[in-house]
């Protein structure tokens, strides 16, 4: 199981999703981690759930970060990121948003994706 302590794990990618509570929240992790994968879901969503799997194999086998964003919970966040379905991920490469990706995606294309921004 990762642990974080606040000197080198807070830059590295984690090796598992990690849940957003909170505009502040994902500022954060955006802003701490080089590559974020942000996935904006719903539980009552079927293609989120089978996209899933995906996202936990991207968080462990890629160096980007992967944070999940519960759109019921975070609506705000949803709104203010242009959020109009689920699953949309969102791709934040040094802080910035570069990509945005809406409905089910395969995991070869997800990790092309990351690559094409991960050092």
């Known amino acids: 199981m990762a642990t974080d302590t606040a000197s080198d794990a807070e830059t590295t990618a984690t090796d598992e999703p990690l849940h957003i509570d909170g505009t502040d929240h994902l500022d954060d992790v955006v802003d701490k981690h080089d590559v974020v994968l942000t996935d904006f879901y719903a539980d009552w969503c079927g293609p989120c759930q089978m996209l899933e799997p995906t996202v936990e194999t991207l968080a462990a086998e890629t160096g980007a970060t992967v944070a ?4 019921d919970a975070n609506q705000q966040l949803a709104q203010s990121y242009g959020v109009r379905g689920v699953p949309t991920l969102i791709l934040f490469a040094d802080g910035e948003q570069v990509e945005e990706v809406v409905g089910l995606e ?4 997800l990790r092309a994706l990351i690559e094409s921004y991960a050092e």
């Open 68 to 71: 999940k964003v519960d759109v």
């Open 106 to 109: 395969g995991e070869e294309a």
